[in-house]
Structure formats: structure tokens, C-alpha cells
């Protein structure tokens, strides 16, 4: 039968799974597959496994056990092996590699943090500070008929507004950087311009909340926030 996998820690690592489900319905028992440096949490697979918000809590139930008795590599949701040798045959082959990887997160929690702004603050910042956008959107105002520099105003304000996006993308991180042990920055959303996970010390949690609210309070009302977490690591396993 196959195989699902939540997560490898040290063949040392505390495993109180007493109380936690597993994915499915019903429940699937939990229980590990082990080598002699690692182990894995597994249960067996459902056949219709899908991402319903209670198999995703219970993949998320295990791990957060796991992880509150030390260092654990979560895996994403739905990741399946054929069965428990094969398993365990991955964690002979890459012992070295995930023998690093819980040292390199060792102690870390994850914080995801998304940020918007105010469209309409924007376009009022590069209405303020380009004179070349002024004038071209003097010049359409009192000409409807101008379409090349209808043109040319949007795509200018489009490069603004990305240049804008980067240079504030970079400032941010920079500032939360210094709290934290590495840094993931995924592609912007539609509506969020940053789109970046944290390696943050556990110790250092609240420290770290403390400086991204201190940032959203410097930056303003025309900005949001978004601060998810503590997490699994997902992002640096």
C-alpha cells in the first residue's frame, strides 16, 4: 500500500503520536519508518486524497507535534512513496543530505509574510515625484485624441510602479533580515508586491513579531501587513 509521509526528524527525536490522526477518512493510524540515523512519520495513503481542510489540519497536527519536541523536516501536503521500504530506502540514500538539512533548521520556525499598498497611494506618490508623468498626463487630459502618449503614460507608470514594488520589496526584507537566520522570497501575488518566508530562531520569535509590526506602523495606513505564523519550515527544507 503506499506510503504518506509528514515528516523526517533524527532516529533520536522524541515520537508522541498518541492522540494525532493521520489523513483520511477514516483516520489512518500513524506510525514510523525507521534507519538507523532517521525516521519518518507515515501512515498509510488514502486512495482518494485531496486537500480538504481536515486532512490539511491533520498533516499539519503531526507536524506541529513533532516540531514542539525538536527539529523536524515538515513535508508538503499529498507527498507519497510507493510503500515503507521504499521509504526507507530514500532515507538510506539521502541520509547525508537530510542529516544537514535538520541541522541547518535546527531550533527555527518559519514566518511568512505577505505585504500590499494602496494602489491609489502609489499612483499618487509617482503623480508627485515624475515630471515626466505629469506632463504626459497633462497632455492626454486636454487631448483625447493623443494616443501615443496614452501609451506611453501607462507604460511608464507600469515601470514606476514595478521599480517601486522592487525597491520596497528590498527595503523591507532588508530591515527584517538582520532578526532572522535566511530569507525566502517567492514571486509577488496579485495583490501583495512582497512575498517572503523567514528562518527565524525560536527564541527570537517574538522579537522578530515585534519588528515586522514596528516596520507596518513606520510604513502607514497605505500598507498591509499579512504575518503568518510560527510555521513548519517549509520553505528552507
Known amino acids: 500500500m503506499p506510503t504518506y509521509v509528514y515528516a523526517i ?44 481542510r481536515r486532512d490539511v489540519l491533520a498533516h499539519q497536527s503531526v507536524q506541529e507535534r513533532l516540531l514542539a519536541d525538536g527539529t523536524a523536516l515538515p513535508m508538503r501536503f499529498g507527498l507519497v512513496g510507493p510503500d515503507d521500504d521504499q521509504v526507507a530506502a530514500v532515507l538510506e540514500e539521502q541520509r547525508d543530505a537530510y542529516t544537514e538539512r535538520l541541522k541547518e533548521i535546527a531550533g527555527c520556525l518559519e514566518f511568512h509574510l505577505k505585504v ?59 530591515r527584517l533580515t538582520p ?27 517574538a522579537a522578530f513579531s515585534e519588528a515586522v509590526q514596528q516596520e507596518a506602523a513606520q510604513r502607514g495606513v497605505a500598507y498591509t501587513f499579512r504575518l503568518n505564523g510560527p510555521l513548519p519550515p517549509y520553505s528552507f527544507v
Open 9 to 52: 526528524t533524527d532516529a533520536d527525536h522524541p515520537l508522541r503520536l498518541d492522540g494525532i490522526a493521520g489523513v483520511g477518512d477514516p483516520a489512518a493510524e500513524l506510525r514510523t519508518v525507521r534507519t538507523e540515523q532517521l525516521s519518518a512519520v507515515v501512515s498509510d495513503a488514502p486512495a482518494d486524497l485531496r486537500a480538504k
Open 116 to 174: 500590499a499598498r494602496d494602489e491609489d497611494d502609489l499612483l499618487r506618490e509617482i503623480m508627485a515625484e515624475s515630471v515626466t508623468v505629469r506632463r504626459l498626463n497633462e497632455r492626454t487630459r486636454h487631448d483625447p485624441g493623443a494616443h501615443h502618449d496614452r501609451v506611453a503614460l501607462g507604460e511608464l507608470v507600469s515601470q514606476e510602479v514595478h521599480a517601486r514594488q522592487d525597491r520596497m520589496c528590498a527595503e523591507i526584507v532588508a
Open 179 to 205: 532578526a532572522t537566520e535566511r530569507t525566502s522570497v517567492a514571486d509577488p501575488t496579485k495583490s501583495h508586491f512582497l512575498n517572503v518566508s523567514f528562518l527565524v530562531r525560536r527564541e527570537k520569535a
